[in-house]
């Protein structure tokens, strides 16, 4: 506490603190007790004034009463001169009637389990203290009901909810229906997930139910056991007893925050992880909940104001809900202190003395003013030397390992699927997309009723269609349930029936209408998958500060730290699809050390991106460009000779060595084709024989597939590649490779024969394929790319734009933040999962839009090569760009921020490891002053968190090697580049380069192997390590200036989505939330990458504005 804030306070040694409890130096007050106090205050003579004390009244169970912060808190507040604490036994609180209590000026009264609250209120009435906390208002706090009322009639934001009274006096206010996604609560809808609390605030079974969408299910809540606070359960049905609130379930990126008030006009905040989340309650070395105080924006600080002021509670908790850019208040837990800040003990018992003493001291004549203070100056800890501080990280991630994705169209025109059709409002659109479990159950019963009514009445019409019904409901009956994240059936109306194909056909052709049924399944994550990604997230964390300390045990260090304490401004965004929706919520799991089911935290981690293309493409809406291209695609590789010059010149004319590579495996496209043909002939002929082994009968296969089901998609590859003219469909190759790569990794068991065979044939036609479809000239690979991605390049661009030390971001406190040693530090991470299109468009935007040029750059020259030679963007591929920020240059400099780009091809494939290209390694130096290399920099220590340094032992030597033959060993040392004096000018530091790994993985290199079939990844290459921002900024708006009208037509479209939404804090999917904050511009950092320590101390100063022009073009999007 400030000098001046003890004056009014007395400095003995022994404080009048009378605790009527157990204990040597403590006793029950009697009733002489009692008259003396009475007499000490009410019957003194006027010359005795100047000795008489304010007694202050505790009066709650002893648990209470004798726990530390109370504790705490009366030893300050008894440095008052003037005041003295009386605590109230519990036996007499009990026990004795209220004429028998002791006497007090000012009570502090509050209930708790077994606290008689109506002897409180009756002793009040009869002694008339000052009350610190209202009484009758807290039986209103016991009921979730009254309190809800109470801050709607206030005007605070409290999520949209509905009660649910099971109250058989008033039957209107208890009708419930419950839907598989839905329940309706008295005519008021919540889709899941929605929240459901009991009435009573003494009840914490507080249940979340998520959507089959997710996984189903529910998480629940209760009060802390030991260390768990909920728990998930598969039950997905509302409880059928008892009164309920629900509510709307806000997204709160995992953290929730604690406020606690002290009068009107002070509160403090604490983050914590949310006890949703996974459940584990978070714990220090000492045993205790890991919180962090964070600082309230104004509009917060006015709504602890007014909860304060509407529950008259002077000491009151609540809890807040930060989501989409506002704060929504969930709880009112009335009188609560906050644990383990000394701070907050301070200034609370300074807060309630003055209070006490500004109230009683003139009634009482006590000589006594409140003492005036200096304005308390918020200390802002700097930095010092030429390290550059972390500012922001964005990553664009492919999804990980899944199952192969099959498709099977059919004609369908029995009536039953007419009117599924028409119940789902299919005929307003002419299409219908079916996922939720109860339509995929309808489906499956149709299909079931029409196969039954085939073996009754052999009818030649639907017995054309028998084996497409049995597929149908095959796929539909697997894992014996539905997830509605894997499966989904699509149905199109055809005004006149389907063209046929053929013209022998043409007799057959029906003129009534019928719908196309598509059935896809597949595609989904596989456990590999999951592993992979968590391992990923795991890894991730390495890149940030202090990233692999250990997060309860370690104070102040870490990834996990910096996100609970707000420091961590984190969004993760994935596209719709299910496999790139739990890719993303697995790598949540593991970048934040999180436990149990992936469904809770997809729900509050995972933000669904699809907004016209940001992270979705619509296969539907092909341009013309890439029509054109898979057209001229189909006619080179149907030329029944071999490559000429003019093949590889019309196929490759970027001269890449991977293209190139291939062609030459492949020799003659149509003869390659041919053998790719016998080869899948040949696999389902052993599958068949397999079949008709008895011993294979029930072989499970990988993820629960069995022989017949790979049977299937096997046949229905052999069927579709090779079309009825004779002519290969080219279009199969990456379907083919797909499932012969999926075989290989995850069925290689079985032992069928040829499979490495068609593995590599495959391969080389599909690192053909797949590539150029997404253009074969440079300027058709930009068209195509600025098509796909162009919505998530301007996000990117707006990603690297930092805003200002603004009320909008969530900061830590720093007046609060013992063991924080830097808690200004604020790190913007934006996380985009998608699929294969839109990493190759993108990689295609920094590879051929222009950024840098290869003659004069060499260390682009060599990056550029380096992804020439890179054959296939696997499963969990990587673009990421870190941006830093030196606190030592001028704002105004180009040097004062510093961009990194770096990029990871995936896992490993199979066979891999012999001739896969090598980068140069992550943030190797610069080309240019390689040879000047004199200084070994510094390394951060990974044990502190400031000054987050330490000496270098020895100098790092960097050998020159072709990017293509580095080999890379387990646990060997990467080079690491930082700016010195400026972008130009860099010094070296190393890190061993490994990553945390679960208990049955193995570190090898940076990717992980020993777990069962699952392959590592390849470590970032870093395509460049001395860009400024400025020059990023510039090539993102002149890319996005150059888009097509028809991609601007998109973009505005989504402007107009985005252009209300400009405050930081607000999500990319929200579009029903107006706010006025203005964007500015806010620079970026950058980051390690799978290395064990950070790339560059963070500072805790202010971050300055960069000089980045405002970009030029007409539409915005937030900058969340």
């Given at each position: 506490?400030?000098?001046?804030?003890?004056?009014?306070?007395?400095?003995?040694?022994?404080?009048?603190?009378?605790?009527?409890?157990?204990?040597?130096?403590?006793?029950?007050?009697?009733?002489?007790?009692?008259?003396?106090?009475?007499?000490?205050?009410?019957?003194?003579?006027?010359?005795?004034?100047?000795?008489?004390?304010?007694?202050?009244?505790?009066?709650?169970?002893?648990?209470?009463?004798?726990?530390?912060?109370?504790?705490?808190?009366?030893?300050?507040?008894?440095?008052?001169?003037?005041?003295?604490?009386?605590?109230?036994?519990?036996?007499?609180?009990?026990?004795?009637?209220?004429?028998?209590?002791?006497?007090?000026?000012?009570?502090?009264?509050?209930?708790?389990?077994?606290?008689?609250?109506?002897?409180?209120?009756?002793?009040?009435?009869?002694?008339?203290?000052?009350?610190?906390?209202?009484?009758?208002?807290?039986?209103?706090?016991?009921?979730?009901?009254?309190?809800?009322?109470?801050?709607?009639?206030?005007?605070?934001?409290?999520?949209?909810?509905?009660?649910?009274?099971?109250?058989?006096?008033?039957?209107?206010?208890?009708n419930l229906v419950e839907s598989e996604d839905h329940v309706e609560v008295n005519?008021?809808?919540?889709?899941?997930?929605?929240?459901?609390?009991?009435?009573?605030?003494?009840?914490?079974?507080?249940?979340?139910?998520?959507?089959?969408?997710?996984?189903?299910?529910?998480?629940?809540?209760?009060?802390?056991?030991?260390?768990?606070?909920?728990?998930?359960?598969?039950?997905?049905?509302?409880?059928?007893?008892?009164?309920?609130?629900?509510?709307?379930?806000?997204?709160?990126?995992?953290?929730?925050?604690?406020?606690?008030?002290?009068?009107?006009?002070?509160?403090?905040?604490?983050?914590?992880?949310?006890?949703?989340?996974?459940?584990?309650?978070?714990?220090?070395?000492?045993?205790?909940?890991?919180?962090?105080?964070?600082?309230?924006?104004?509009?917060?600080?006015?709504?602890?104001?007014?909860?304060?002021?509407?529950?008259?509670?002077?000491?009151?908790?609540?809890?807040?809900?930060?989501?989409?850019?506002?704060?929504?208040?969930?709880?009112?837990?009335?009188?609560?202190?906050?644990?383990?800040?000394?701070?907050?003990?301070?200034?609370?018992?300074?807060?309630?003395?003055?209070?006490?003493?500004?109230?009683?001291?003139?009634?009482?004549?006590?000589?006594?003013?409140?003492?005036?203070?200096?304005?308390?100056?918020?200390?802002?800890?700097?930095?010092?030397?030429?390290?550059?501080?972390?500012?922001?990280?964005?990553?664009?991630?492919?999804?990980?390992?899944?199952?192969?994705?099959?498709?099977?169209?059919?004609?369908?025109?029995?009536?039953?699927?007419?009117?599924?059709?028409?119940?789902?409002?299919?005929?307003?659109?002419?299409?219908?997309?079916?996922?939720?479990?109860?339509?995929?159950?309808?489906?499956?019963?149709?299909?079931?009723?029409?196969?039954?009514?085939?073996?009754?009445?052999?009818?030649?019409?639907?017995?054309?269609?028998?084996?497409?019904?049995?597929?149908?409901?095959?796929?539909?009956?697997?894992?014996?349930?539905?997830?509605?994240?894997?499966?989904?059936?699509?149905?199109?109306?055809?005004?006149?029936?389907?063209?046929?194909?053929?013209?022998?056909?043409?007799?057959?052709?029906?003129?009534?209408?019928?719908?196309?049924?598509?059935?896809?399944?597949?595609?989904?994550?596989?456990?590999?998958?999951?592993?992979?990604?968590?391992?990923?997230?795991?890894?991730?964390?390495?890149?940030?500060?202090?990233?692999?300390?250990?997060?309860?045990?370690?104070?102040?260090?870490?990834?996990?730290?910096?996100?609970?304490?707000?420091?961590?401004?984190?969004?993760?965004?994935?596209?719709?699809?299910?496999?790139?929706?739990?890719?993303?919520?697995?790598?949540?799991?593991?970048?934040?050390?999180?436990?149990?089911?992936?469904?809770?935290?997809?729900?509050?981690?995972?933000?669904?991106?699809?907004?016209?293309?940001?992270?979705?493409?619509?296969?539907?809406?092909?341009?013309?460009?890439?029509?054109?291209?898979?057209?001229?695609?189909?006619?080179?590789?149907?030329?029944?000779?071999?490559?000429?010059?003019?093949?590889?010149?019309?196929?490759?004319?970027?001269?890449?060595?991977?293209?190139?590579?291939?062609?030459?495996?492949?020799?003659?496209?149509?003869?390659?084709?041919?053998?790719?043909?016998?080869?899948?002939?040949s696999l389902t002929c052993q599958i068949c024989k397999r079949l008709e082994d008895?011993?294979?009968?029930?072989?499970?296969?990988?993820?629960?597939?069995?022989?017949?089901?790979?049977?299937?998609?096997?046949?229905?590859?052999?069927?579709?590649?090779?079309?009825?003219?004779?002519?290969?469909?080219?279009?199969?190759?990456?379907?083919?490779?797909?499932?012969?790569?999926?075989?290989?990794?995850?069925?290689?068991?079985?032992?069928?024969?040829?499979?490495?065979?068609?593995?590599?044939?495959?391969?080389?036609?599909?690192?053909?394929?797949?590539?150029?479809?997404?253009?074969?000239?440079?300027?058709?690979?930009?068209?195509?790319?600025?098509?796909?991605?162009?919505?998530?390049?301007?996000?990117?661009?707006?990603?690297?734009?930092?805003?200002?030390?603004?009320?909008?971001?969530?900061?830590?406190?720093?007046?609060?933040?013992?063991?924080?040693?830097?808690?200004?530090?604020?790190?913007?991470?934006?996380?985009?999962?998608?699929?294969?299109?839109?990493?190759?468009?993108?990689?295609?935007?920094?590879?051929?839009?222009?950024?840098?040029?290869?003659?004069?750059?060499?260390?682009?020259?060599?990056?550029?090569?380096?992804?020439?030679?890179?054959?296939?963007?696997?499963?969990?591929?990587?673009?990421?760009?870190?941006?830093?920020?030196?606190?030592?240059?001028?704002?105004?400099?180009?040097?004062?921020?510093?961009?990194?780009?770096?990029?990871?091809?995936?896992?490993?494939?199979?066979?891999?490891?012999?001739?896969?290209?090598?980068?140069?390694?992550?943030?190797?130096?610069?080309?240019?002053?390689?040879?000047?290399?004199?200084?070994?920099?510094?390394?951060?220590?990974?044990?502190?968190?400031?000054?987050?340094?330490?000496?270098?032992?020895?100098?790092?030597?960097?050998?020159?090697?072709?990017?293509?033959?580095?080999?890379?060993?387990?646990?060997?040392?990467?080079?690491?580049?930082?700016?010195?004096?400026?972008?130009?000018?860099?010094?070296?530091?190393?890190?061993?380069?490994?990553?945390?790994?679960?208990?049955?993985?193995?570190?090898?290199?940076?990717?992980?192997?020993?777990?069962?079939?699952?392959?590592?990844?390849?470590?970032?290459?870093?395509?460049?390590?001395?860009?400024?921002?400025?020059?990023?900024?510039?090539?993102?708006?002149?890319?996005?200036?150059?888009?097509?009208?028809?991609?601007?037509?998109?973009?505005?479209?989504?402007?107009?989505?985005?252009?209300?939404?400009s405050q930081p804090s607000i999500d990319v999917d929200n579009q029903d939330t107006?706010?006025?904050?203005?964007?500015?511009?806010?620079?970026?950092?950058?980051?390690?990458?799978?290395?064990?320590?950070?790339?560059?101390?963070?500072?805790?100063?202010?971050?300055?504005?960069?000089?980045?022009?405002?970009?030029?073009?007409?539409?915005?999007?937030?900058?969340?």
């Amino acid at each position: 506490m400030s000098k001046s804030s003890e004056q009014g306070m007395c400095n003995s040694e022994l404080p009048r603190f009378l605790i009527g409890s157990e204990g040597e130096e403590s006793r029950e007050l009697d009733e002489t007790d009692m008259r003396n106090f009475s007499g000490h205050y009410g019957e003194e003579d006027d010359e005795d004034q100047s000795e008489r004390q304010v007694v202050v009244g505790i009066c709650s169970m002893m648990k209470k009463s004798k726990s530390k912060p109370m504790t705490e808190i009366l030893e300050r507040l008894c440095k008052f001169e003037y005041i003295t604490v009386v605590i109230f036994p519990e036996e007499v609180i009990l026990n004795e009637p209220v004429e028998k209590w002791p006497l007090c000026d000012c009570l502090i009264s509050f209930h708790s389990k077994g606290f008689p609250l109506d002897k409180a209120v009756s002793y009040a009435k009869l002694r008339n203290p000052l009350l610190i906390n209202d009484l009758n208002m807290q039986y209103f706090i016991q009921d979730r009901r009254e309190v809800y009322r109470i801050l709607q009639e206030e005007g605070i934001d409290l999520p949209r909810y509905a009660v649910l009274n099971r109250d058989p006096d008033r039957p209107e206010e208890c009708n419930l229906v419950e839907s598989e996604d839905h329940v309706e609560v008295n005519g008021e809808v919540f889709h899941k997930p929605f929240v459901e609390k009991p009435v009573s605030a003494e009840d914490h079974n507080v249940y979340i139910y998520y959507p089959t969408s997710a996984g189903g299910g529910s998480q629940r809540l209760f009060r802390k056991i030991g260390s768990r606070s909920s728990v998930y359960s598969p039950e997905s049905t509302v409880r059928k007893t008892g009164s309920y609130i629900y509510e709307e379930f806000m997204p709160t990126d995992g953290t929730d925050v604690k406020v606690y008030t002290v009068g009107p006009d002070y509160a403090h905040a604490e983050a914590r992880k949310s006890p949703a989340l996974d459940g584990k309650v978070e714990r220090d070395s000492e045993g205790k909940e890991i919180r962090y105080p964070v600082m309230l924006t104004a509009m917060e600080k006015l709504v602890a104001r007014k909860v304060c002021l509407a529950f008259k509670q002077t000491v009151c908790g609540f809890d807040l809900l930060r989501a989409n850019g506002h704060s929504f208040v969930c709880d009112v837990n009335g009188f609560s202190f906050v644990k383990n800040s000394m701070k907050y003990y301070d200034d609370c018992a300074k807060v309630l003395g003055n209070m006490v003493m500004r109230e009683l001291a003139p009634q009482l004549h006590i000589p006594w003013s409140i003492p005036m203070e200096a304005e308390d100056i918020p200390i802002v800890p700097t930095t010092s030397g030429t390290m550059m501080e972390l500012r922001c990280v964005i990553a664009v991630i492919r999804h990980g390992d899944r199952t192969p994705k099959q498709k099977m169209k059919m004609e369908v025109r029995n009536a039953l699927f007419f009117e599924l059709f028409e119940k789902y409002g299919g005929y307003k659109s002419g299409k219908l997309k079916l996922k939720k479990p109860k339509q995929l159950q309808e489906v499956l019963d149709i299909a079931r009723q029409l196969l039954a009514e085939l073996v009754l009445h052999n009818d030649c019409e639907i017995e054309e269609k028998k084996s497409k019904l049995e597929q149908l409901k095959t796929v539909l009956e697997m894992y014996g349930h539905f997830s509605g994240i894997n499966r989904k059936v699509q149905l199109t109306y055809l005004p006149n029936g389907q063209p046929k194909a053929s013209s022998e056909e043409e007799d057959a052709l029906k003129e009534d209408p019928s719908l196309l049924l598509v059935l896809k399944w597949g595609g989904e994550l596989t456990p590999a998958g999951r592993v992979q990604a968590e391992e990923l997230g795991r890894a991730f964390r390495c890149m940030y500060p202090g990233g692999q300390g250990d997060y309860a045990g370690f104070p102040g260090c870490g990834l996990l730290r910096l996100h609970s304490t707000y420091r961590h401004d984190l969004k993760i965004y994935a596209s719709d699809e299910g496999r790139v929706q739990m890719t993303a919520a697995a790598f949540a799991k593991g970048l934040l050390a999180l436990e149990g089911e992936l469904t809770p935290i997809l729900v509050q981690m995972v933000k669904s991106a699809n907004m016209n293309g940001l992270l979705d493409s619509d296969s539907d809406s092909l341009t013309d460009c890439q029509q054109r291209v898979k057209a001229r695609l189909h006619e080179i590789m149907q030329k029944n000779k071999d490559f000429n010059e003019e093949d590889y010149s019309k196929l490759a004319p970027t001269s890449s060595p991977s293209l190139v590579n291939s062609m030459g495996v492949i020799v003659n496209p149509v003869s390659t084709c041919d053998r790719v043909h016998t080869l899948i002939k040949s696999l389902t002929c052993q599958i068949c024989k397999r079949l008709e082994d008895p011993k294979s009968a029930d072989l499970q296969l990988y993820h629960s597939e069995t022989l017949e089901l790979m049977l299937q998609r096997w046949s229905k590859l052999e069927r579709d590649f090779r079309m009825k003219n004779g002519r290969y469909d080219i279009s199969k190759i990456p379907d083919i490779y797909d499932c012969v790569k999926y075989d290989t990794q995850h069925n290689s068991s079985l032992g069928l024969e040829d499979t490495l065979e068609l593995f590599r044939l495959s391969r080389a036609l599909a690192d053909i394929i797949i590539p150029q479809e997404y253009g074969i000239t440079r300027a058709e690979k930009l068209d195509i790319a600025s098509a796909y991605c162009l919505p998530l390049v301007k996000k990117i661009q707006l990603d690297l734009q930092r805003t200002h030390e603004d009320e909008a971001v969530n900061k830590l406190h720093p007046l609060y933040s013992r063991g924080v040693m830097s808690p200004g530090r604020h790190v913007r991470t934006r996380l985009y999962f998608t699929s294969e299109s839109h990493v190759h468009s993108l990689l295609n935007i920094f590879r051929y839009g222009g950024l840098l040029d290869e003659q004069k750059d060499e260390q682009w020259k060599q990056a550029m090569d380096y992804l020439s030679a890179v054959t296939e963007l696997n499963y969990m591929t990587q673009i990421v760009i870190m941006l830093y920020e030196d606190n030592n240059k001028d704002p105004s400099s180009e040097e004062r921020f510093h961009v990194e780009l770096h990029f990871s091809p995936g896992v490993k494939g199979c066979k891999d490891e012999d001739n896969a290209p090598m980068g140069f390694g992550f943030r190797p130096a610069s080309s240019e002053n390689h040879e000047k290399q004199t200084d070994p920099g510094s390394l951060e220590d990974l044990s502190q968190d400031e000054p987050d340094r330490a000496a270098l032992t020895e100098p790092v030597s960097i050998q020159r090697k072709s990017p293509l033959i580095r080999s890379r060993k387990a646990g060997s040392m990467e080079a690491l580049s930082e700016s010195n004096t400026s972008s130009r000018g860099l010094a070296y530091r190393i890190f061993p380069s490994s990553s945390r790994q679960s208990p049955e993985i193995k570190p090898s290199g940076l990717g992980f192997e020993g777990c069962s079939l699952v392959p590592s990844i390849y470590p970032l290459e870093t395509l460049h390590n001395s860009l400024s921002l400025k020059q990023v900024d510039e090539f993102l708006t002149t890319l996005c200036k150059n888009g097509s009208e028809t991609q601007f037509k998109r973009l505005k479209s989504l402007s107009a989505m985005f252009e209300s939404h400009s405050q930081p804090s607000i999500d990319v999917d929200n579009q029903d939330t107006p706010v006025s904050t203005p964007v500015r511009n806010q620079p970026t950092s950058q980051s390690l990458w799978y290395v064990s320590a950070p790339p560059s101390t963070g500072s805790s100063a202010g971050p300055s504005s960069p000089s980045v022009p405002e970009p030029s073009s007409n539409f915005r999007f937030n900058s969340e």
